[in-house]
């Protein structure tokens, strides 16, 4: 029904910045929330960033005040992007984007993509 595809993600040192795109295709035009999660190695996966049809967002208290999470759901297009400023090399995940569909609130998840921040 839906495919997420997600770039961005990268290798950065402690204090910089990346910006991660979610492209959603297929029967977007019913999608709600969209968001992006992560999992580190041996640790659950976690909420970092949701934001809702109507721009409605909330964050993980983690990365309140370092990362905002926009979306542009205008015409024939549905794109999350995740701008992650001040990185810590906690931060070091596989961050995934979600989304939930219909009025069901079926998830779909993109592939993943690796955010590593080095000390």
């Known amino acids: 029904q839906v495919q997420l595809v997600e770039s961005g993600g990268g290798l950065v040192q402690a204090g910089g910045s990346l910006r991660l795109s979610c492209a959603a295709s297929?029967?977007?035009?019913?999608?709600?929330?969209m968001g992006w999660y992560r999992q580190a190695p041996g640790k659950q996966r976690e909420l970092v960033a949701g934001?809702?049809?109507?721009?409605?967002?909330?964050?993980a208290d983690s990365v309140k005040g370092r990362f905002t999470i926009s979306r542009d759901n205008t015409k024939n297009k549905n794109t999350v992007y995740l701008q992650m400023n001040s990185l810590k090399p906690e931060d070091t995940a596989v961050y995934l984007c979600?989304?939930?569909?219909?009025?069901?609130?079926?998830?779909?998840w993109g592939q993943g993509t690796q955010v590593t921040v080095s000390s």
């Open positions: 979600n989304a939930r569909w219909g009025v069901l609130e079926l998830d779909y």
């Open positions: 297929g029967r977007i035009f019913s999608i709600n929330t």
């Open positions: 934001i809702t049809s109507g721009g409605s967002t909330n964050y």
